[in-house]
């Protein structure tokens, strides 16, 4: 079983960054498509940026694109959310999470019901 940790969450103003990191407990190296989620209070979860295992196709959510940049660093099992130009809009508990691809071939997913493994969440504040 996987085991998920997320860091780097805390307060930033409006247009300020952020880093979000996950760490994995097993090596993660082309193993698992990983994705980003977040659920800010009273909401869904939302999916906000997912990336394949070998780290060469990503996908965002529509709000995101431009503001926010997924990698993932296969050595080191850890993944990561760049996020810039934040608003208040992104303030959220964010979430990282390890699916499984249907085939050999190389996926991004972008449901929740795709995804087995679920860190705990860090949280995230964007004050205006």
């Known amino acids: 079983q996987v085991q998920l940790v997320e860091s780097g969450g805390g307060l930033v103003q409006a247009g300020g960054s952020l880093r979000l990191s996950c760490a994995a407990s097993?090596?993660?190296?082309?193993?698992?498509?990983m994705g980003w989620f977040r659920q800010a209070p009273g909401k869904e979860r939302e999916f906000v940026a997912a990336i394949s295992r070998s780290g060469g196709s990503s996908v965002y959510q529509d709000s995101v694109k431009g503001r926010f940049t997924i990698s993932r660093e296969n050595a080191e099992n850890t993944i990561y959310l760049q996020m810039n130009s934040l608003e208040p809009g992104d303030t959220a508990v964010y979430y990282c999470?390890?699916?499984?691809?249907?085939?050999?071939?190389?996926?991004?997913?972008?449901?929740?019901?795709?995804?087995?493994?679920w860190g705990q969440g860090t949280q995230v504040t964007v004050s205006s």
């Open positions: 097993e090596r993660t190296s082309r193993r698992y498509p």
């Open positions: 999470a390890a699916g499984s691809c249907r085939s050999v071939y190389e996926c991004t997913l972008i449901r929740t019901d795709d995804y087995t493994y």
